[in-house]
């Protein structure tokens, strides 16, 4: 099983649309989650952390179930600036700082 | 906004010779870390550096390379005798104290080796 799973997509979604992402992890004893994203050849970005209790941040709620070790992130009312890959990323290792990095899921936003 | 900055953006190479990547971290950061990105597949984690010396390497961090921080700014990828396989996207990040995980990449340096 790969350390961290996410479906690849594509999704391609109209404007003002929900979509949301799904991501597994391998590592029970993974300590801190994040979502980034990464526009096409560019750099990763941190989109938000992911916390126990769930949170939000404008149109953007993350999700985290430990005893499923699953992670969610939902996207309300999209935009076409939101078209991007959307990376899970979980800190995994017994050190905190390596970062494992999903394979990501392509998000198109279609207007 | 502080961000970190890389040099050169791309840098094309023959098989053998040694590349040098440069990375200025955010100043007041203190974890710097080199990331690869072969194209069309996912981030991996080469290197972390903390306190003038690596912390955590993985198994794609052979002694083909190396890192160093010479003056306190820069903080340098070194790839010896590169091979075609290191073609890739090297990105440099830094981070602060605050929560491990929340990383500030550079724009990366894109390698290619003919």
């Known amino acids: 099983r790969k350390e961290v799973e996410q479906d690849p997509g594509p999704f391609n979604v109209p404007e003002g649309a929900t979509v949301a992402f799904n991501c597994t992890y391998s590592?029970?004893?993974?300590?801190?989650f994040f979502w980034y994203r990464q526009d096409c050849r560019k750099e990763p970005k941190l989109l938000m952390s992911?916390?126990?209790s769930g949170n939000e941040d404008g149109r953007f709620t993350a999700q985290l179930n430990r005893a499923s070790q699953y992670i969610s992130l939902l996207i309300r009312d999209s935009k076409l600036s939101d078209s991007a890959t959307y990376l899970c990323?979980?800190?995994?290792?017994?050190?905190?700082?390596?970062?494992?990095f999903g394979s990501g899921t392509q998000l198109t936003v279609l207007p | 906004e502080p961000e970190v900055t890389q040099t050169p953006s791309h840098q094309v190479t023959q098989m053998g010779q040694e590349v040098i990547l440069r990375c200025v971290p955010i100043?007041?950061?203190?974890?710097f870390y080199w990331y690869r990105q072969i194209l069309g597949q996912k981030v991996e984690f080469l290197v972390s550096?903390?306190?003038?010396?690596?912390?955590?390497k993985s198994e794609i961090f052979d002694d083909q390379f190396s890192v160093e921080r010479p003056d306190g700014s820069n903080f340098t990828l070194k790839i010896r005798s590169t091979k075609l396989e290191d073609s890739a996207m090297y990105f440099c990040?830094?981070?602060?104290?605050?929560?491990?995980?929340?990383?500030?990449f550079g724009e990366g340096s894109r390698l290619t080796v003919l």
């Open positions: 990040a830094s981070s602060g104290t605050s929560v491990a995980g929340e990383l500030f």
């Open positions: 590592n029970s004893a993974s300590q801190s």
């Open positions: 992911v916390y126990s």
């Open positions: 990323v979980v800190l995994t290792s017994g050190s905190a700082r390596q970062l494992t």
């Open positions: 100043s007041n950061h203190l974890y």
């Open positions: 550096f903390y306190n003038n010396e690596i912390s955590e």
